[in-house]
């Protein structure tokens, strides 16, 4: 059986040009079943063994574009071994929402932070070291463009795919949210245990694909709904505002742009 990567990420994050440089023209192009969006496969160079899948760019896993459908099925049903989140490190907030939801999924990731001529080029530092510790993946430094750090992020990520160890996200949410997420885990079954987070958040935000794909306890409704009025907030909105208080934080500590160290210094 080939090892199976992913290959996500936001539109223009790079996810074409390092794939174009991991697989070279081992290449092969179709389309996703049922659908004209178009699906691109390729041997990882020098890897005979490893399949490279390039998932549609994507903002979020949620269900409201075909796009985040098809990637998110083929995470969900097919089970790669590991993704590979290639991310704009010149827009690192807005892509690290999708890597948020990522994780949740349990399969072993590597984030390849790209563009990175650029933000060196721009003095900003991005605190690689301590992104990996907040995220609980590895981090590695890449530019598509220029094939520097690649390699590295390919070696990363045929290893965590071959060591199979499912990744757990570091972070968690406000505590009334955490609790709600637990009792709702509770009531799922049928799925591997590393991957209940991601489905228990789709069911709180009333995911109806999800819905339909696990045949929901109607309870888990009723604990939406009590949470929606405690919190005065739709269950949606509440996800995403935790997302975006991780993600502040996140950019807080790894993320020092130019502007942001004058302040610092005067
Ligand atoms: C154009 N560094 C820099 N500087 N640019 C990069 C890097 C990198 O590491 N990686 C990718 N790019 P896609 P998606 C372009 O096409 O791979 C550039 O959507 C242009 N085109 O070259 O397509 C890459 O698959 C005219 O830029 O991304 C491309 O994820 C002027 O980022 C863009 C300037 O890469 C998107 C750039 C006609």
Same mark, same amino acid.
């Given at each position: 059986m080939p090892i199976k990567i992913a290959l996500a990420g936001n539109p223009n994050s790079g996810k074409t040009t390092l794939f174009n440089a991991l697989t070279g023209s081992n290449q092969f192009v179709g389309n996703w079943p049922g659908v004209t969006v178009e699906k691109k496969e390729g041997k990882l160079k020098g890897h005979k063994d490893v399949v490279i899948t390039d998932l549609p760019g994507i903002y979020?896993?949620? &269900?409201?574009t075909l796009e985040e459908v098809v990637a998110r099925n083929y995470l969900i049903h097919e089970h790669p071994d590991a993704i590979l989140n290639i991310i704009d490190g010149t827009n690192l907030e807005r892509n690290l929402y999708l890597t948020t939801q990522l994780l949740e999924l349990g399969i072993p990731t590597v984030i390849a932070i790209n563009m990175m001529d650029v933000v060196k080029k721009n003095h900003d530092v991005i605190d690689v070291a301590r992104l990996g510790q907040e995220l609980g993946c590895p981090v590695v430094e890449i530019s598509a463009l220029k094939g520097i750090g690649i390699q590295e992020a390919a070696k990363k990520v045929v290893f965590l795919a071959q060591e199979g160890l499912p990744t757990a996200p570091v972070h968690k949410f406000a505590e009334e949210v955490e609790n709600v997420l637990t009792q709702i885990e509770e009531k799922?079954?049928? !799925?591997?245990e590393e991957e209940k987070r991601f489905f228990a958040i789709k069911l709180f935000e009333r995911d109806e694909k999800i819905k339909e794909l696990l045949?929901? !306890? &109607?309870e888990v409704e009723d604990i939406v709904k009590e949470t929606e009025e405690k919190m005065d907030d739709d269950s949606e909105s509440i996800i995403t505002n935790e997302r975006y208080t991780y993600l502040s934080s996140i950019i807080e500590h790894c993320y020092v742009t130019k502007s942001k160290r004058k302040l610092t210094v005067s």
């Open positions: 979020s896993l949620s &269900p409201y799922i079954t049928g !799925v591997k045949d929901c !306890v &109607p």
